[in-house]
Nanobody, 123 residues
Framework: VQLQASGGGLVQAGGSLRLSCAASGRTVSRYAMGWFRQAPGKEREFVAAISSSGGSTNYADSVKGRVTISRDNAKNTVSLQMYNLKPEDTAQYYC?????????????????WGQGTQVTVSS
């Protein structure tokens, strides 16, 4: 499956962004989906994940309450709505697909990765 992330940009602290991940090649409904991010000089970290059915979600503590992950299997897309953004949310954001599991926080569980979209939050 090929993944294409989009929706990143420059936003002021307190603002919102909606990231989208479009899948092609195989139906995304087969996969648990996750979002990860990586800031310069830092390791990649988990943001949010959703099970293949959408019935289960998982969020990193750092974004819980400010981020909502959702999916539309009919449109083969997964979205990440982010609110009240902070400068520390600045990173390259990646979507990923896992054929097993309900939406793990471990990047090792994901077989397919998109190219990333940049989110920059100014203070």
């Amino acid at each position: 499956v090929q993944l294409q992330a989009s929706g990143g940009g420059l936003v002021q602290a307190g603002g919102s962004l909606r990231l989208s991940c479009a899948a092609s090649g195989r139906t995304v409904s087969r996969y648990a989906m996750g979002w990860f991010r990586q800031a310069p000089g830092k390791e990649r970290e988990f943001v949010a994940a959703i099970s293949s059915s959408g019935g289960s979600t998982n969020y990193a503590d750092s974004v819980k309450g400010r981020v909502t992950i959702s999916r539309d299997n009919a449109k083969n897309t997964v979205s990440l709505q982010m609110y009240n953004l902070k400068p520390e949310d600045t990173a390259q954001y990646y979507c990923a697909a896992a054929s097993l599991g309900l939406g793990s926080s471990s990047s090792d569980r994901y077989e397919y990765w998109g190219q990333g979209t940049q989110v920059t939050v100014s203070s």
